[in-house]
């Protein structure tokens, strides 16, 4: 398993934009205080001067002189993220985009296409550089935790042989596990527990008294390098697309411009849509959902893109801010070719590329799929 590791993304997108900021102690605005400007990211030489996140920006400027003060691009760095995905399909179908700038893949099994694990991650590594010039670091072992830690040792490839999971991690901290609540920190801390090391030995049973039976078998794993997780597919499934956008800072509901971002999701590709969800999420994380009926999905793309606005804004009732919207297609026959097909939907994927022509010609005309006459 390798896990790769992208430090300081958002920074490292900006020094690739601007050579001039390479070297320099670097921070972005906060997008929620536009009174009192504060910084949101700090970069390690900023944090090296003193800076932290939170700060007045006045005070960074006083106490670092060479500043330089970024304005955040949240989508960009999305949109970043979606491209080292993208890249990694080249090389395994299976992974997980953890946290910005970090993925986890699956390399066994490759190795009769790209050779040993090893020259396989350093030549993910390098492609990185090549094609974005992003610096990067991986880690590879059997165990993912162990392979997130070893890419954070911040070299360029960082193996964890087999057996050796458990001793490489033991002198980890305890608080570098960031999906762990803050009160189990504690318990351990007043128990003397601080590192992996402490809670390696500590039996099944009493570790389950300590957190809860559902969560000690996984962080037992964990903690000892023994988690062997089946990681899901880095693309999607065929003859799906899913489109994200995150708003930053959030905004009300009549402010999201979702109809124009509509259109670019619905162009981006010109087969037919199948089905149509659109979701969302306010600012407190409560989610929503509008399901496409077919008429709307028959209307040029033109007016679906305008109707999804609608009826977004009639239903986001809820005088709270968005956070996120995410709209989720199933192109064509919106399913996956079976090795039996039947000769029918067969007939109507032919007929997909005359489909997408004529949407391309006539983009104020409503061009009915075939398998819309399929019931009667």
Known sequence: ??????????????????????????????????????????????RAEGLAPGQPMDQALRAAPGLGVLDPSPQVWWEAQAELGTLLQHWTPQGQLLRLGEALVELQGTQRLFGPLPDTAERIRRELAARHGWESH?????SATAAQFAAHAEHRLERVVEGAEATFLAPEPLRRLPDLAPRLHERFRRLGLRSFGDLQPVPLPVLAELTNPTLA?????????????????LTERPGHARHGWRLQPPRLPEEVALAVRC?????????????????????????????????????????????????????????????????RLAWGLGRERSLFEDPRNAKLDRLEPALARLRRRFPDQAVRPGWMGKGA
């Open 263 to 327: 259109l670019d999701w619905l162009w981006s590709d010109p087969r037919h849509p199948r089905t149509l969800v659109l979701r969302w999420w306010d600012v407190d994380g409560e989610p929503h959902a509008w399901r496409a009926e077919p008429e709307d999905l028959a209307a040029p793309p033109l007016v679906l893109a305008r109707r999804i606005q609608q009826a977004f804004l009639a239903l986001a009732t809820r005088r709270l801010l968005v956070r996120e919207v995410e709209l």
């Open 138 to 142: 991986g880690g590879l072992s059997l």
């Open 1 to 46: 398993m390798l896990a790769m590791w992208v430090p300081e993304l958002p920074f490292q997108l900006a020094c690739g934009r601007n050579g001039s900021l390479r070297g320099r102690p670097l921070a972005f605005l906060s997008p929620e205080s536009p009174r009192s400007p504060t910084l949101w990211f700090v970069n390690r030489l900023g």
């Open 217 to 233: 078998p996984d962080l037992r794993a964990r903690v000892r390098g023994e988690d062997r997780p089946r990681l899901p597919l």
